[in-house]
């Protein structure tokens, strides 16, 4: 009994050591891309700032639909304000829109499909061939 005890105590000890956190290093650099499905309609993408909505692919007319949308999110310190910076290409302009935000950034996507990633494998956030 005292053995199996020694045993689990000495595991336990082992498995905290080598189980501690490394260091977080910065800048941090998230990078995705995104590409519509359907590259004739596009796909629809919403980013949310703050109190603000940016519609792409809602109504055709008013808001057409994304060929590709490419995210950068820069942290540059610890504790510091992330900085984005996102480039659409709607299906209606050989040109792209750019937007450049401060602060907490979500964004929904559909009708599109993931094509690159920096996130680690195996976390649903790098496309199925990396």
Do not use: C
Request: aromatic content about 12%; cysteine-free.
């Amino acid at each position: 009994m005292v053995r199996k005890i020694t045993f689990l105590i000495l595991v336990i000890l082992l498995g905290t050591h080598f189980a501690a956190a490394g260091q977080i290093e910065y800048p941090q650099v998230i990078h995705t891309q995104y590409e519509a499905v359907d590259q004739k309609a596009g796909g629809h993408f919403v980013l949310w700032s703050e109190r603000e909505k940016i519609f792409y692919g809602l109504d055709q007319k008013l808001f057409p639909g994304a060929r590709f949308v490419d995210i950068t999110q820069v942290t540059p310190s610890v504790g510091s304000i992330t900085l984005t910076y996102v480039e659409v290409r709607t299906v209606s302009s050989s040109t792209s829109d750019y937007l450049y935000l401060a602060g907490n950034v979500r964004f929904r996507v559909s009708g599109m499909a993931l094509k690159s990633s920096n996130f680690p494998t195996g976390g649903g956030m790098t496309p199925n061939g990396q």
